[in-house]
Nanobody, 115 residues
Framework: QVQLVESGGGSADAGGSLKLSCVGS????????MGWYRQAPGKERELVAK????????TYADSVKGRFTISRDDDKDTVYLQMNNLKPEDTAVYYC????????WGQGTQVTVSS
């Protein structure tokens, strides 16, 4: 059974930091392109960052460049999202996604940033 389980969400003040983790199971994590997406209330789900397999360079949404860092540890079947200098507009439910060759989603974790 495929699972993606996110953790690390919570509340932070503007300017603070949070680190999200997503552990995959039931599939060959190392060959998958992985991504973090977010959905704020009343808005569509959007890409935050993605990291291909086998050491290829990650890409970021313009809104998080320079503040967020995506990384992965294939030995632990885990993808991370380090979020620094958080802003209130980063408030959303954050989802982990296994992007290719098949698509799997995690259940999401809430991030709330107060000003």
């Amino acid at each position: 059974q495929v699972q993606l389980v996110e953790s690390g969400g919570g509340s932070a003040d503007a300017g603070g930091s949070l680190k999200l983790s997503c552990v995959g199971s039931g599939f060959t994590f190392s060959i998958y392109h992985m991504g973090w997406y977010r959905q704020a209330p009343g808005k569509e789900r959007e890409l935050v960052a993605k990291i291909p397999s086998y050491g290829a360079a990650p890409t970021y949404a313009d809104s998080v460049k320079g503040r967020f860092t995506i990384s992965r540890d294939d030995d632990k079947d885990t993808v991370y999202l380090q979020m620094n200098n958080l802003k209130p507009e980063d408030t959303a439910v954050y989802y982990c996604k296994a992007d290719w060759p098949s698509i799997y989603w995690g259940q999401g974790t809430q991030v709330t940033v107060s000003s």
